[in-house]
């Protein structure tokens, strides 16, 4: 099976990025698909605190953190390779592999290339479509609505998708849930996996002692982004391990 | 009594049709019998339990988060001994939910709790609606349906498996045990000087009619587990 390098970005800082990241980790590990994650947050990297044995903080503007990230793609036997792309990074990221040539080698079919790209509750973060849109052909690209911390988002009609969607073959549209903060802020405090955190487990593998309650909502909430997830072609695509899929 | 611990939940669509009569009827037969219940009182800011039950009652604010876990991780946290809450019509749809997303049924049974619920079926046929509702949300173990004699039931007759009882009180009793300090347990045991002589013969029947209702909870618990 090709590999698959997901990028999960946005121009605009605050969106959730990281959380989403982590809903991506987390999801895989659910359905047993390996991954490795590079962080690009240097020197700090928050993933990292999340998945600390996958992830690497890692420097794009550094050749050497390009080609550890890059040239591993077949030989690293992951099938998925994610890179949490630091506040205000996507142009810059998609500028960088247009120019080495990645986006090319995707393009023509070496390797899978996903892009979530993260929107925040304004309409003006749309505007960073426009942006991007010029990089976008031979791309699987995700627009994810973060609703974690929001409960008003502006309004999604018909009118804006097309608007905004016209010109991007291969795009998709998901909505992360709402969670409630409390559970969020536990899950953030633990220091775990949100898989860990439902099972009651810390992050050295012992017994936890998470709330029964705050682990039944993040349980309901990742059973929602389950649902959002499994729409995305790309993510069937890394399920099924590139067999066809089964129509029943 | 059953010799699972009990989670027993009492609970109506209906206000004022004597939930927290049958909770408090509940607690003073589980506490003679011996146990040591536990109650939670989701009535909050107005919940009259504690007024009853002191030092083992919570009152809780259900709409909120750190309320849920007052009930859910409070049970968990603390299995091996029973558990009356006392569900609020306002409340019912949340507590319902709640327990369905958290998937409570099955986690309270892992932890060896038998689950019960006791739903007084009001006069309107809604009422009866509801009840069916319920019982198809919560799952529980046992769900007893309740007539309460003094507003009328839409409860068929007969009903299969266990129902409960809570006859007409002559309303003169009202303000006697509605004082904080009358206890019905204390009255079963013979302390009968709180009650007029008149009204006695109809305060005990009343609690004969539920006690004896209560006593059938373990052989039915019994009766279903084997069923399945």
Redesign the interface.
Known sequence: MKPTLILVGADKGGVGKTTISRTLLDFFARKNVLTRAFDTENPRGSLKRFYPTITEIVDLENVAHQMKILDTLETANVPVTLVDLKAGGLSYALDIFERIGVLEAARSGQFTLGLFHIIGSSIASLDEIGEISRYLGGLEYILTRNFINETNFFEWDEETSRKYFANIPNSHEIDIPKLNEMAYEQVDVAGVTFKDFIDNRNADGQAGKFSFVLRGYVRKWCSEIDQEFSRVKLIQDILSGGRPQSKS | MASSPLIAIVCSDRHRNGKTLLARTLVDFLLLEGHDPFVLDLGHPDGALRDYFPGRTALVDFAK??G??MV??TI?GAPGRDYVIDVPAPQLSRFCE?MG????RA?ANAAGFAVVVLYIVDEPHESLRSAVNVEEILKPDLFIPVANQFVGSALPEPVDGLTLTMERLDADLAPIIGNRRFSFRTFRLGDESGVPLPLRAGLKSFLHGLIGGFREIEPELSLSKLKS
Request: net charge negative; charged share 25%.
């Open positions: 988060i750190p849920q876990m859910f991780d968990l709640a997303d958290l998937e409570f986690a």
